[in-house]
């Protein structure tokens, strides 16, 4: 009996002992199952892109995750309130945690928004979000709760709101504008004076679209050999208003109603060329519109000139504006045929004045060829004949009876009214021709011509010939300004310079008496001069020549003494490809 209550305790105690073993082996597993289930959600918290935390009832932080540090740089040391408060903006501490207070006193869900500063120094804006956890007894223990980074979307939303306010300030300003536009146009379209229609070319533009996809690319040119599609085309523009002032300027007693009912006529109204331009304006969307002069036909048939300013609308509305010049273009038309009978009497009566004009520019050229003939007679009487200073006297014989023939040519072109073909010309190369051409009268006056030329100066437009006239004119006047002063002062001085970027200026000075102060308001006035045997007519020639060319022919005396004549011609901007001389 003690033997079989011993063994009994003994097995007793072996179960027990057993069943210890076997507890503690699963209690280490399961506490090694419950530090990896820590560990993995330690992990996890630390890995999400939010810094999650855990507060205690009364809102002070217990549990904030690593993600905290790495935003914001701040090495957390337990969980002091402090340093987290220390990384809200400052204007965002106060309302933050009055929120925080509210939820907790209510017990509500928790959501605000505030700015964080990261580590960089710069500030983000986060939304935290934290909700209570409650006992068995429904009592708070604790809050849990994340903040996340919306700082992207908060300035997305920021830079919409900001969008948006400048897009309903912009249609609030178009409203104002289309407002202000749409009482202003009424305000055309009640005035009695001018006259408004306005043309629906929707349709009309479609089918021309629908044209220009079919590869028609002139569509003038595709009418003309299509008239039926042409009239097809006209009744596609539909008049959807007309004031009366339009409708009376037309002939129309109705106020224009018969004009309103039905399709476009518009034919009744302008011609073919006017409609084809409207047409083709359409097609530009871009255009926004022209201007024009054209003729409509009224009621009775009688033609109206009317000046037009159409206007396109984004919607294929076409504006036409219409004012009546009728009575002006006809007294304009008589004040042309006016015009051209005063020009051709003015031209007929200055058949004189040219006549002097000729006589005037080959005066000296004859009396060249004169002394040059007389000494080439000279020359061929002696026993033995200079040939190459016989040959010399031809030469200036032959250029003086050219130049003597461009003269006569130039005249009678100008007679014609016409004008001769303008070339490149240098002056500088004129100048030193010139100088050469009026050598002996300069010689005869014992008189010094003296050039300047300005290196690198681009040549001009202008007709050589005429312009050489002038250069002669102003040094042969020059030339006879200096017979009265004694012999070592006799000089003329021909300049040439820059007068400005692209402009050159040409000066002809003399050491003369000068000009007396009484003429200097008269010398360029026709037949007006200061010689005895003077004809007055060559300063006045010069001084259109230069005007036509776009300059000015300017006289005044030198402060040190002699009379100075200049002009300024516009040069070529590019080199051209054929200079001449002259």
Not at 213 to 237: N, Q
Not at 257 to 271: D, I, N, V
Not at 390 to 395: E, V
Not at 439 to 467: K, M, Q, S
Request: net charge negative; hydrophobic share 40%; glycine share 8%.
């Amino acid at each position: 009996m003690i033997e079989a209550v011993a063994i009994a305790l003994v097995l007793l105690v072996l179960v027990l002992v057993v069943a210890l073993l076997v507890s503690r082996r699963r209690l280490r597993e399961m506490r090694r199952h419950l530090d990896r289930s820590e560990g993995e959600l330690e992990l996890l918290g630390n890995s999400v892109p939010q810094y999650l935390w855990k507060s205690s009832p009364d809102g002070l932080a217990e549990i904030v995750n690593h993600r905290f540090s790495e935003m914001t740089g701040i090495a957390m040391v337990g969980t002091d309130m402090e340093v987290i408060q220390g990384a809200f903006h400052p204007d965002d501490i106060g309302p933050f945690f009055a929120e925080w207070a509210r939820a907790r006193e209510l017990g509500n869900e928790f959501r605000a928004y505030h700015r964080l500063r990261m580590a960089d120094g710069t500030y983000h804006w986060m939304h935290a979000m934290g909700r209570p956890q409650y006992s068995e007894t429904g009592t708070i223990i604790g809050w849990y709760g994340g903040t996340s980074d919306v700082d992207a979307e908060f300035r997305a939303q920021e830079e919409v709101r900001a969008l948006n306010q400048e897009l309903e300030r912009l249609v609030e300003e178009r409203t104002r504008e289309l407002k202000m536009t749409r009482w202003r146009y009424r305000t055309l379209f009640d005035d009695p004076s001018l006259g408004v229609m306005e043309l629906d070319f929707g349709e009309a533009k479609r089918a021309l679209e629908t044209l220009r996809e079919e590869g028609v690319r002139d569509l003038e040119a595709h009418f003309d050999h299509h008239p039926d599609l042409w009239d097809e085309m006209i009744t596609k523009v539909v008049l959807t208003d007309l004031n009366a002032a339009f409708a009376a300027m037309c002939g129309y007693t109705d106020g224009g109603e018969g004009l309103r009912a039905g399709r476009f006529r518009g034919t009744q109204l302008c011609s073919r060329d006017t409609l084809s331009k409207l047409f083709l304006s359409s097609l530009a969307s871009d255009s926004g519109g022209f201007s024009l002069t054209t003729e409509i036909s009224k009621v009775d048939g009688s033609r109206l000139v009317v000046a037009c300013s159409i206007h396109y609308s984004q919607d294929c509305i076409a504006t036409i504006t219409a004012v009546d010049i009728t009575e002006r273009e006809t007294a304009n038309d008589l004040m042309l045929a006016a015009q051209s009978e005063l020009a051709r009497a003015s031209r007929a009566g200055s058949i004189g004045a040219f006549s002097a004009s000729i006589a005037h520019e080959v005066n000296q050229p004859l009396t060249s060829m004169a002394i040059d003939i007389e000494t080439t007679r000279r020359l061929m009487g002696r026993p033995e004949v200079d040939r190459a200073k016989l040959q010399t006297m031809l030469d200036r014989v032959g250029r003086n009876a050219k130049r003597i023939a461009d003269i006569i040519t130039s005249i009678r072109e100008r007679i014609q009214n016409r004008r001769r073909d303008v070339q490149a010309v240098k002056i500088c190369l004129m100048i030193e021709d010139t100088k050469t051409l009026l050598h002996r009268e300069a010689a005869a006056r014992r008189a010094n011509l003296v050039t300047h030329c300005t290196v690198g100066l681009r040549p001009v437009f202008a007709d050589p010939i005429e312009l050489q006239q002038v250069l002669v004119n102003l040094v042969v006047n020059a030339l006879d300004a200096v017979v009265d002063v004694p012999e070592e002062r006799r000089t003329i001085d021909l300049h040439l310079d820059p007068d400005g970027p692209e402009r050159i200026r040409v000066r002809v000075a003399d050491s003369g008496p000068g000009i007396p102060p009484d003429d200097l308001d008269k010398i360029f006035d026709p037949f007006y001069t200061t010689k005895t045997n003077g004809m007055g007519i060559g300063l006045q020639i010069c001084r259109s020549i230069v005007e036509a060319l776009d300059g000015e022919l300017r006289a005044f005396n030198h402060p040190e003494g002699g009379a100075v004549f200049e002009f300024s011609l516009n040069t070529i901007p590019a080199p051209a490809e054929t200079v001449t001389a002259g």
